[in-house]
T-cell receptor, first 115, second 116 residues
Framework: DTEVTQTPKHLVMGMTNKKSLKCEQHMGHRAMYWYKQKAKKPPELMFVYSYEKLSINESVPSRFSPECPNSSLLNLHLHALQPEDSALYLC??????????????FGPGTRLTVL | AQTVTQSQPEMSVQEAETVTLSCTYDTSESDYYLFWYKQPPSRQMILVIRQEAYKQQNATENRFSVNFQKAAKSFSLKISDSQLGDAAMYFCAYRDGGGSNYKLTFGKGTLLTVNP
């Protein structure tokens, strides 16, 4: 089973709202990723967690706050977003972070619209 | 820094025919991995095929195969017997093989249309 699930599928929020995106995998993977994807563009890496610890933050603004409560779950907390943050947010996981041909498996994404 | 180039922004193919999507990359590494991902309108990025640079044999997955030319740094994807469900954006991606190499470098994508 190579399934990564994400909720919600769609989210509309105002610039003053606080919301969260959720990602879950039950493949025993120990690395999880958040990507942002604009229309007709490739995904851009935002954050990487390895063994529930934040390993990489690709200089993402603080209005995006990731959290990894356990090895299966990854959240992205959103606060005071801007309209330009509207995008598809993809979660991915892989067996581990370091070395090897660890394939990243992606979830279906959350389409976020910021009004 | 590694770069991945997909020179065909859009391609079209007739159902049941064969199409080849191009990808070239630039790296100074000898150990790396290459991937093709498919992203249909449903949005989910789906792994199509993976190639290890140390393997000379081209990877194959059912109707999907690659032509991996290491010296030329070329990694094209051939789709045989194209089906309507193959219509999607296809991304070529690169990843270094050693150490804490988490980062996938993506090409800009090729939008494939399949005509009935």
């Amino acid at each position: 089973d190579t399934e990564v699930t994400q909720t919600p599928k769609h989210l509309v929020m105002g610039m003053t709202n606080k919301k969260s995106l959720k990602c879950e995998q039950h493949m025993g993977h120990r690395a999880m990723y958040w990507y942002k994807q604009k229309a007709k563009k490739p995904p851009e890496l935002m954050f990487v967690y390895s063994y529930e610890k934040l390993s990489i933050n690709e200089s993402v603004p603080s209005r995006f706050s990731p959290e990894c409560p356990n090895s299966s779950l990854l959240n992205l907390h959103l606060h005071a977003l801007q309209p330009e943050d509207s995008a598809l947010y993809l979660c991915a996981s892989s067996q581990r972070l370091a070395g090897g041909a660890d394939t990243q498996y992606f979830g279906p994404g959350t389409r976020l619209t910021v009004l | 820094a590694q770069t991945v180039t997909q020179s065909q922004p859009e391609m079209s193919v007739q159902e049941a025919e064969t199409v080849t999507l191009s990808c070239t990359y630039d790296t100074s590494e000898s150990d790396y991995y290459l991937f093709w991902y498919k992203q249909p309108p449903s949005r989910q990025m789906i792994l199509v095929i993976r190639q290890e640079a140390y393997k000379q044999q081209n990877a194959t997955e059912n109707r999907f195969s690659v032509n991996f030319q290491k010296a030329a740094k070329s990694f094209s994807l051939k789709i045989s017997d194209s089906q309507l469900g193959d219509a999607a954006m296809y991304f070529c991606a690169y990843r270094d093989g050693g150490g804490s190499n988490y980062k996938l470098t993506f090409g800009k994508g090729t939008l494939l249309t399949v005509n009935p």
